[in-house]
């Protein structure tokens, strides 16, 4: 059964949602929203009142974004990573699952580091704290400061260049 013009706009506004929609589907704060926007991570269109209103499909690439930067993405990276994604339709299950085979190295380094976290946190880190028995064995000295600041012997996939620091 074919549809009209009249119901094929129908189902099409349908499927526009809100800024507070997505926000509320999303988590995101619209200014966030509003910000993705900017960075070309999300479109929208607008209405004849100059309201925002996006395709439903916006909140796979919203999820997508924030899973990239929870795994320590950059918004760079994953601009880049979005840039791959065909324009004019909702990626498929295929675009996604080819877009995150990127991830799997990373992801698997990163639950290595973390099980390494678990399992060490009660003994050196070679922080430089000295506190514990075994920094003596581990850290003499504290020949650990040479390798440059913070916990030296955490994994390197747990370490954020410059995270934390002040600039």
């Given at each position: 059964m074919s549809r009209t013009a009249?119901?094929?706009l129908a189902v099409r506004?349908?499927?526009?949602?809100?800024v507070g929609e997505v926000a509320r589907r999303s988590g995101l704060?619209?200014?966030?929203?509003?910000y993705y926007e900017d960075q070309g991570l999300i479109?929208?269109?607008r209405t004849p009142g100059n309201q925002r209103r996006y395709q439903r499909s916006v909140l796979r690439r919203i999820a997508f974004?924030?899973?990239a930067r929870s795994i320590g993405l950059s918004l760079d990276e994953v601009a880049a990573a979005l840039a791959?994604?065909?324009d004019g339709r909702a990626p498929t299950r295929a675009d996604w699952t080819r877009l995150s085979q990127s991830w799997r190295g990373r992801l698997n380094e990163q639950i290595d580091a973390l099980i390494a976290l678990r399992d060490g946190l009660d003994s050196c880190i070679g922080c430089?704290?000295?506190s514990l028995r075994t920094c003596a064995l581990s850290n003499p000295g504290d020949a650990a400061a040479s390798y440059g600041p913070g916990a030296a012997y955490l994994p390197k996939a747990l370490h954020r260049d410059d995270a934390d620091r002040p600039a």
């Open positions: 009249g119901e094929e506004t349908t499927d526009l949602l809100t704060a619209p200014s966030a929203l509003r479109s929208s269109s974004v924030r899973a791959q994604l065909p430089g704290c000295l």
